[in-house]
């Protein structure tokens, strides 16, 4: 626990997977997020309890893991029953704002609307004193075709800037350019940095006489792999590899798909360094944890496959840097297994505050204060049908349709060579862990 409760700015973009920025060796030029782990802690092997929007916003507001977070699927809204982190800090003091796609109320229909005109109906009931809950693209534009107008603050915005029909055009269109594209929107009304620019409204009004904590939800880079034209002409040259695809060629325009994939993290990248200096402009740098991190990631064409929802690394795997003001270990590359939702318990830690019940969130203090190199046994993610646990080097997949998988991570980093039937021991011992509720 620390003594002196600092300021929390928590970067959180939507679907950035694991090895695609700079300070990963990744094909990405990422100098402000690289900067963060340069004077941060970065995680080599961070789980996503869940690689799925909602389940793993949900296990992150609460703490809790898939399994007992209430939110199954997409399909699944937040339960106001079950409390938030936001709601402990926000009671402790905390002047608690978020920005962007929270992805914790999924439903669009006339009885469960929750974006007002400015995306706050259900802000303070999750436990923010102030934001704004952008509707991610395909929501949006779902959303629009469900009532006939704009029914969140994003949308609402384009129709004010009369590029509302240019916006949903392209987004119906999409398919047709293989879900990557260059859009004709202007650079201020590209979703993201709209959200970054609303984010450091609300930070421009957060107190400075206590401490804030400051959710950005960036809806990059998720697809569609939508870019504009300034972004696009600094990826022109970017040299990108081909996906693993072992067992066929890879598809018409995925250069182009994961080519826009970079400019769309390289953006992210850029905003995040104009948070970095309006935190420093503000004074309050020294006393500011800032966190880099994602629910999840995307295939991106790597054995065929696209997305999230899998159990397979690119999907799992997530970024996570920590940027601790008071740690000595700044600069350090952990391997210990660590998930996102152990944020839940590490912002608790940083504030000061008592864990949420039912929680197996466990926090990365000690980690990060150099007290010990270990954190989690097993990391357990989990979607629908299927479970994994990962030993740091094993890595067993249980699903009810299929046959069990196993992978050795060490010498098989790509997951090719399923060699359940070889392990019988191993895979005895980790399905254990898939039973337990702390992984």
């Not at 800032?290 to 970024?319: C, E, F, N, Q």
């Not at 740690?327 to 000061?352: E, I, K, P």
């Not at 989990?382 to 094993?394: N, P």
Request: aromatic share 10%.
């Amino acid at each position: 626990m620390k003594s002196n409760h600092p300021n929390i700015l928590f970067l959180l973009p939507d679907q950035h997977r694991f090895d695609w920025l700079g300070c990963f060796s990744g094909p990405v030029n990422t100098p402000n997020i690289d900067m963060l782990a340069g004077e941060g802690m970065a995680f080599n092997q961070a789980y996503t309890p869940s690689p799925m929007c909602g389940p793993a916003r949900a296990c992150l507001a609460s703490g809790r893991s898939y399994r007992n977070c209430g939110v199954k699927s997409n399909e699944f809204n937040y339960p106001l029953s079950i409390p938030t982190y936001y709601q402990t800090l926000r009671a402790k003091g905390y002047f608690t704002a978020g920005v962007g796609k929270f992805d914790l109320h999924k439903d669009i229909s006339p009885s469960n609307l929750h974006w007002g005109s400015d995306g706050s109906r259900l802000i303070n009931e999750w436990g923010f004193s102030a934001g704004i809950d952008c509707e991610g693209k395909i929501d949006g534009v779902n959303s629009f075709k469900f009532h006939g107008k704009p029914m969140g603050p994003y949308l609402s915005y384009l129709q004010q800037q009369g590029v509302l029909e240019t916006h949903l055009s392209e987004h119906e269109n999409r398919q047709a350019h293989s879900n990557a594209y260059t859009t004709a929107l202007p650079d201020h009304a590209y979703c993201d940095n709209w959200v970054a620019e609303r984010g450091l409204d609300l930070l421009d009004r957060a107190p400075t006489d206590r401490p804030w904590h400051m959710v950005v939800n960036f809806v990059g880079p998720h697809a569609p792999m939508d870019i504009t034209e300034t972004m696009r002409s600094k990826c022109n040259n970017m040299v990108i590899p081909q996906p693993h695809n072992p067992f066929m060629p890879a598809k018409e325009n995925t250069g182009r798909a994961r080519r826009n994939y970079a400019a769309m993290i390289e953006n992210i990248d850029r905003l995040t360094g104009r948070f970095v200096e309006k935190v420093k402009n503000r004074g309050e740098y020294d006393n500011t944890v800032i966190v880099y991190a994602s629910d999840h990631g995307d295939m991106l064409g790597d054995h065929g496959k696209w997305g999230k929802g899998t159990w397979r690394d690119p999907a799992v795997r997530i970024p996570l840097i920590v940027r601790d003001p008071f740690s000595s270990y700044g600069g350090l590359r952990s391997n210990a297994l660590v998930s996102l939702h152990d944020l839940t318990a590490t912002f608790l830690d940083f504030a000061g505050c008592s864990q949420l019940d039912d929680m197996d969130s466990i926090s990365l203090l000690p980690l990060l204060d150099g007290k010990c190199t270990e954190h989690r046994e097993v990391l357990i993610s989990e979607f629908r049908d299927w479970s994994l646990a990962f030993d740091g080097r094993y890595k067993l997949v249980l699903d009810s349709k299929e046959e069990n998988l196993l992978f050795d991570l060490k010498t098989d980093p790509l997951e090719d060579h399923n060699i359940a039937s070889k392990h019988p021991d191993i895979i005895t011992k980790l399905s254990k862990s898939t039973y337990s509720d702390n992984g």
